[in-house]
């Protein structure tokens, strides 16, 4: 990703200088106009959406067609549902995502589940919204490599779109409709609808079995000190912390790329833990292919990293309870798909 900073800081300066505009009148006002309800789950905090980009069923149809589009990429192969597939939370399956020619990314493509809860956005926190999101996997060299004249030249030409655009925003397709519609799609996988959920938010107390419960208590208690950093709704505090994975961090200092604090460097974003059966492997680089890794991993307290997170100690947990933890984490899993847009 770092390979195509330079295009993304030219993007963002357009993206700035056309954000202020508003939707203007056209045949598409009324319907434009047509609120898209959240189906919030039991316990859902309700989300902030921008004022200026209110979440319409024709915005947020007009992203999910774009989200799927592999005429987005270069090569007209990739589509952001190519690194986020819809079956595995909006995650990868891989290590480290494959773009356009071949090439390969530095970070492991996390779950879009719950981004709009999300105050800051990548694993290093270096975009504030979902709008300007949006562009980074757009633009980057190393992903789908676009140019966003040629993108909305190439988007013009398809009347299926251009309809959608001023149904959706009043204006033909350009980079404002294009990063606020897919910012509206994403902003519409909420995650909360797990056994965990019915559980805990539904007071169900058959919703875990014996083992799944025992799991939930190290989870909060002094044994694993999980919710330290996975509580809330979103079972991640959102912050930025050095967990030991690694001694160098050469070629991806994190967070200190952002804040260039020495402080920073090697932390990435606590990943929320829902549907975590689902979004292996993990870690920012995909270093981890199972649960059972992760787990060992919290429980040896870490590498010795002088940047490490003060929470990570040892745990030493029994094998029971190891296998207990793991359990519970996937009860995690949402019972219903992410994607409920029609």
């Given at each position: 990703m770092m390979a195509g900073k330079s295009r993304f800081l030219i993007a963002s300066l357009f993206f700035v200088l056309i954000a202020g505009c508003v939707k203007e009148s056209g045949s598409g006002t009324k319907e434009a106009n047509v609120p898209f309800l959240l189906d919030l789950p039991p316990g859902a905090p309700v989300p902030v959406i921008p004022a200026d980009n209110p979440l319409t069923i024709a915005s947020v149809k007009l992203g999910k067609s774009l989200f799927f589009d592999p005429r987005l990429s270069l090569d007209r192969g990739i589509s952001c549902a190519s690194c986020h597939h819809p079956d595995r939370a909006f995650s990868d399956t891989v290590a480290l995502s494959v773009g356009v020619n071949g090439r390969m990314v530095t970070r492991n493509a996390p779950s879009l589940a719950n981004v709009v809860y999300h105050p800051l956005l990548m694993r290093d926190g270096g975009t504030p919204t979902l709008e300007q999101q949006v562009l980074i996997p757009l633009l980057d060299t190393a992903e789908m490599d676009v140019t966003m004249a040629s993108l909305i030249t190439l988007l013009g030409e398809d009347e299926n779109y251009q309809t959608q655009s001023m149904k959706a925003f009043g204006r033909a397709m350009d980079a404002f409709v294009i990063s606020r519609s897919l910012a509206s799609y994403e902003r519409t996988l909420i995650s909360g609808s797990?056994?965990?959920?019915?559980?805990?938010?539904?007071?169900?107390?058959?919703?875990?079995?014996?083992?799944?419960?025992?799991?939930?208590?190290?989870?909060?208690?002094?044994?694993?000190?999980?919710?330290?950093?996975?509580?809330?709704?979103?079972?991640?505090?959102?912050?930025?912390?050095?967990?030991?994975?690694?001694?160098?961090?050469?070629?991806?200092?994190?967070?200190?790329?952002?804040?260039?604090?020495?402080?920073?460097?090697?932390?990435?974003?606590?990943?929320?833990?829902?549907?975590?059966?689902?979004?292996?492997?993990?870690?920012?680089?995909?270093?981890?292919q199972t649960l059972e890794q992760v787990v060992d991993h919290f429980d040896s307290g870490g590498l010795a990293d002088p940047n490490k997170d003060p929470l990570m100690q040892p745990l030493h947990l029994s094998v029971q309870e190891k296998q207990d933890l793991i359990a519970f984490l996937r009860t995690l899993t949402d019972l219903r798909p992410l994607d409920r847009v029609e």
């Open positions: 797990s056994r965990f959920d019915k559980f805990r938010y539904q007071e169900d107390s058959t919703a875990l079995d014996p083992q799944e419960k025992r799991g939930w208590a190290i989870f909060n208690g002094d044994r694993g000190k999980c919710s330290s950093c996975h509580g809330g709704f979103d079972l991640s505090d959102h912050s930025f912390r050095n967990i030991g994975t690694s001694l160098d961090h050469a070629a991806d200092p994190g967070r200190q790329r952002i804040t260039l604090k020495p402080t920073d460097r090697g932390k990435f974003a606590v990943p929320t833990l829902r549907n975590i059966a689902l979004t292996a492997p993990y870690m920012h680089d995909g270093s981890m």
